[in-house]
């Protein structure tokens, strides 16, 4: 019901800086009242999916301990956006990054659930 779109992925060397941004919107028709909580995760080879960062609509955030003073999210409440700024990326931050939309609703009374975006590559080369 709901579609991720997700850009801002590449390679970068360690040092660098990449900027994240993915844009929730309805996949066929209607539109969104409002999303509880944006965020991204990610997942290197052979390990879990884990947090990086997510916003509430509130503006609480909440930055996985490896990421805290590198990386700074922000999010656009009123377009349904959210964006991850990526500085002095190390190689151990190379993975799939995904966003992620919880909570979304369509009305205040009509909930739509929690959606995933397919994903988008960050290498990070030493």
């Known amino acids: 019901q709901v579609q991720l779109v997700e850009s801002g992925g590449g390679f970068v060397q360690a040092g660098g800086s990449l900027r994240l941004s993915c844009a929730a919107a309805?996949?066929?028709?209607?539109?969104?009242?409002?999303?509880?909580?944006m965020g991204w995760y990610r997942q290197a080879p052979g390990k879990q999916r884990e947090l990086v960062a997510t916003?509430?609509?509130?503006?609480?955030?909440d930055y996985a301990d490896s990421v805290k003073g590198r990386f700074t999210i922000s999010r656009d409440n009123a377009k349904n956006t959210v964006d991850l700024q990526m500085n002095s990326l190390k190689p151990e931050d190379t993975a799939v990054y995904f966003c992620?939309?919880?909570?979304?609703?369509?009305?205040?009374?009509?909930?739509?659930?929690?959606?995933w975006g397919p994903g988008t590559q960050v290498t990070v080369s030493s």
């Open positions: 992620h939309a919880k909570g979304v609703r369509s009305s205040p009374f009509v909930p739509l659930g929690d959606f």
């Open positions: 309805r996949v066929i028709s209607g539109s969104i009242f409002s999303i509880n909580a």
């Open positions: 916003m509430t609509s509130g503006g609480s955030t």
